[in-house]
């Protein structure tokens, strides 16, 4: 590890102009790569205290022995060369997108004397023309096939098409009509090559033309009593709406554009790009990179459009580009964008209408990109069980943690606070063993406390089982009494989301047959937080004399591992199983948290005084509120006027009567702008 000191630059050697800098390692090696618009700025900030960096910066500094750089005349110039070193050096430390396959494209081969039409993966290559990409070669080979009626074009293979000339006989699309056989001499170079270029006009988007222009050869053709040609005009005008509807209209202006879209976590991220061309997507990719480098979103957003467009010219850089966030320097890019099509090319963040909703669809499909890369390792038995492994060895445990139990606290603003309890077993969610908790011990927002309530509620549970079912000869005495079983009026709710695996025969049950909630403890405890929460669980198991369950915690921002008692945290290698596996339970329990605290919160809003009416089921509350208009109305109704309710019989409209007398009468909502009482006017909800 070398020190940064050791060859930084002496003051006043680096100039404060614009340019692209190397990181090498000690065998020469470039490990980073990056541009900045003002050098001697940029580089201070990595030469500066190692606390004060970023881990992954901090890394990168301390794996390097030198740097050096290169100044240039603009920022543009920067990007450009910025782009050029990372595909020559191919940087360690560098963000580095990875398809997450490889794409077909639909090419037409212009560079040829007779362009041909076919799917191709890989490199572009000079001198074809490509739309898409698609999601299936055969979706192209669909498209292609109903083209292939009004622009009959070439797609034989070389060795085909040379057979074909010596033989002086078409191949069989030759015959049928869907290749005009140039091999033959059908037509010359020159109209096939017109062919092609038709073709490639409407795949780009301008169909309108084509179509009305077959639509007025059809009707001049019927006008002249020429049906069989009208006739055939009128297939071609159908194959080409079919092979139109193939793409989805999203964007009613007839829009060529780009949308990316970026998810990310702390260690990986995922880009969704969707190609829209004259208002249609016309192609969709994706890419999935480990954010080796300390980058945010407008930093993935300028290394995705580096990645993009680097080699293309011309058409195949849209007019308009939008993003989720601005790179850090937006006129740069752009005007870098404008040198690659030859003309203006718009950046920015779409606010509002289609563009914005069409955003939101790819920002979904970005998640579920990244989702479904980090969930793939769970399906692999090999995968799972190293993982747990390393899990093991990080912490020190005695063996591979096969059930693994995560807590999270959720609340809004110290409100509604509530904790989540998610298991995981042989690396895999047990869905049927989540549990939900409500905090109860006190009020208001603190989250170490909340987690000591939390672990200590469960593990009491556990005890408690344990005792009842004579596990134990006697029973230890913890710090903290332990209720009887059954008397937790705090106990936790069981999820609304049961595991549809059937339960092992020698599962043990409660007496009525139903699996026991905390029968079983875990090998491991894992809490979302740093130092103060694990060791706030951790007292909790003390007070309870267990000791023979670890404890660590997650801490989010830094993805750090803490254990009881330790100053230092344990950091797992970026490209640990292991991390992955803790990131996943953690996230889960977020998520189950998450979930739990809102519906409390939209139910506690829409309580309404009718509820504590016994009963009173949610047709009639509806029928009452319909009836007068508000709860207001119907508080101030009489007993005989609820009872012309439909439904709603005298004791019932007694019943109605006590639970609206009783409530207090809310404070009058005012109009802060102008003073005056707003009368209560809708369903009678109150908070």
């Given at each position: 590890m070398a020190d940064p000191s050791s060859y930084r630059p002496k003051p006043g050697q680096i100039p404060d102009s614009p340019g692209v800098y190397k990181f090498r390692d000690e065998h020469r090696r470039v490990i980073y790569v990056g541009k900045a618009k003002n050098l001697r700025q940029?580089?201070?900030?990595?030469?500066?205290?190692l606390a004060a960096l970023h881990p992954r910066t901090r890394t990168m500094v301390t794996t390097a022995a030198s740097v050096e750089w290169t100044v240039v005349s603009t920022e543009v110039e920067a990007l450009q060369l910025e782009y050029s070193w990372i595909k020559e050096f191919d940087p360690r430390f560098n963000v580095k997108y990875r398809d997450d396959k490889s794409y077909p494209y639909l090419a037409v081969t212009l560079d040829e004397e007779f362009p041909r039409v076919q799917v191709m993966r890989g490199a572009k290559k000079k001198g074809v023309r490509y739309f898409g990409p698609y999601g299936h070669a055969w979706a192209i080979r669909e498209t292609v096939d109903l083209m292939l009626r009004v622009f009959p074009v070439r797609t034989c293979s070389a060795g085909v098409f040379r057979n074909a000339a010596r033989t002086g006989r078409p191949c069989l699309l030759g015959y049928i009509g869907k290749c005009s056989a140039p091999c033959v001499g059908r037509v010359t170079p020159e109209e096939h090559r017109e062919l092609a270029d038709d073709f490639c006009d409407f795949m780009a988007g301008r169909t309108g033309t084509y179509i009305?222009?077959?639509?007025?050869?059809?009707?001049?053709?019927?006008?002249?009593m020429e049906y069989e040609r009208a006739a055939r005009l009128r297939d071609d005008v159908e194959a080409l709406k079919r092979a139109m509807e193939k793409s989805a209209v999203v964007l009613a202006d007839a829009t060529d554009a780009d949308l990316i879209a970026v998810a990310e976590d702390e260690l990986e991220a995922a880009v969704q790009i969707f190609h829209v061309r004259g208002g249609r997507v016309r192609g969709q990719r994706g890419w999935v990179t480990d954010k080796v480098e300390n980058v945010d979103t407008s930093g993935l957003v300028e290394h995705a459009l580096q990645q993009l467009y680097g080699e293309e010219t011309g058409d195949s850089v849209p007019k308009e580009v939008l993003v989720p966030a601005l790179p850090e320097d937006p006129d740069a890019v752009s005007q870098w964008l404008a040198g690659r099509r030859g003309s203006q090319v718009s950046l920015r963040i779409p606010q509002r209408g289609d563009k914005k909703?069409?955003?939101a669809t790819v920002q979904r499909n970005?998640?579920?990109?990244?989702g479904l890369h980090k969930t793939k390792r769970a399906s692999d038995l090999t995968t799972r069980s190293r993982a747990l492994e390393e899990i093991a060895e990080a912490l020190g445990l005695d063996t591979a943690p096969l059930r693994i139990e995560c807590f999270d606290i959720s609340h809004l603003q110290g409100d509604d606070v509530v904790a989540s309890m998610v298991v995981f077993e042989d690396g895999l969610a047990r869905k049927s063993e989540y549990?939900?908790?409500?905090?109860k011990g006190f009020e208001g927002q603190d989250d170490v406390r909340s987690m000591h309530e939390v672990i200590g509620r469960r593990f009491k549970r556990y005890l408690q089982e344990k005792e009842r079912t004579g596990e134990w000869e006697e029973t230890p005495a913890p710090s903290g009494p332990v209720p009887a079983p059954g008397a937790d009026t705090a106990a936790p709710e069981t999820t609304a989301a049961p595991d549809t695996a059937s339960e092992p025969d020698a599962e043990p049950r409660e007496d009525d047959g139903r699996p026991k909630r905390f029968a079983y403890p875990p090998q491991l405890v894992v809490v979302d937080g740093g130092q103060p929460q694990v060791a706030a669980?951790?007292?909790a198991l003390d007070e309870l004399g267990i000791d023979d369950i670890a404890v660590c915690g997650l801490a989010k921002r830094l993805e750090e591992v803490w254990l009881p008692e330790d100053d230092d945290p344990v950091v797992?290698?970026?490209s640990s199983e292991g991390l992955y596996l803790l990131q996943r339970v953690r996230d889960e329990a977020h998520r189950f948290a998450i979930t739990y605290q809102r519906a409390k919160r939209t139910k506690r809003i829409r309580s309404s005084p009718l509820d504590a009416v016994a009963g009173l089921g949610e047709t009639r509350k509806q029928a009452l509120i319909k009836h007068f208009g508000?709860?207001?109305?119907?508080?101030q109704a009489t007993i005989d006027e609820i009872c012309e309710v439909p439904g709603i019989g005298r004791r019932t409209a007694e019943s109605v009567a006590v639970a609206l007398a009783s409530t207090a009468p809310a404070a009058p909502a005012v109009n802060t702008a102008t003073g005056e009482i707003i009368e209560e006017n809708d369903g009678g909800s109150t908070t």
């Open positions: 940029r580089l201070a900030n990595y030469f500066q205290d009305r222009r077959l639509e007025k050869d059809m009707m001049a053709a019927a006008e002249e909703d069409l955003m970005a998640q579920q990109a990244l549990r939900r908790f409500q905090i669980a951790k007292r797992l290698p970026r508000s709860v207001k109305k119907l508080k």
